[in-house]
């Protein structure tokens, strides 16, 4: 019903950027908030950053300064801007919606949804 489809992970030194995407696709009716989680090996899946729909975004306390999370409300796509990456922001970036969606013609329901995770390695 609905797929979220990461982009943009990879292998960057210390002090470099990258730039994740995700795009929700499917019977969308509406989209509450979008965030990315990290999951580094061993560890659980903690928040990164999160942005409402009509909200401020929220940081983790790690990133901010450093990180900037951004919507494209037409796309249904989040951004996460990556700078200053350092070795610790090594793991499993996971893209989150929290949306409603259409379940039949005429009902739509609120669920929670996941990406497949894209790997962001932070290593000289």
């Known amino acids: 019903q609905v797929q979220l489809v990461e982009s943009g992970g990879g292998l960057v030194q210390p002090g470099g950027s990258l730039k994740l995407s995700c795009a929700a696709s499917?019977?969308?009716?509406?989209?509450?908030?979008m965030g990315w989680y990290r999951q580094a090996p061993g560890q659980q899946r903690d928040l990164v950053a999160v942005?409402?729909?009509?909200?401020?975004?929220n940081y983790a306390d790690s990133v901010k300064g450093r990180f900037t999370i951004a919507r494209d409300n037409a796309k249904n796509t989040v951004y996460l801007e990556m700078n200053s990456l350092k070795p610790e922001d090594t793991a499993v970036y996971y893209c989150?919606?929290?949306?409603?969606?259409?379940?039949?013609?005429?009902?739509?329901?609120?669920?929670?949804?996941w990406g497949q995770g894209t790997q962001v390695t932070v290593s000289s």
């Open positions: 989150n919606a929290d949306l409603s969606y259409w379940q039949s013609k005429y009902f739509h329901t609120r669920g929670e949804f």
């Open positions: 499917g019977s969308i009716f509406g989209i509450n908030a």
């Open positions: 942005i409402p729909t009509g909200g401020s975004a």
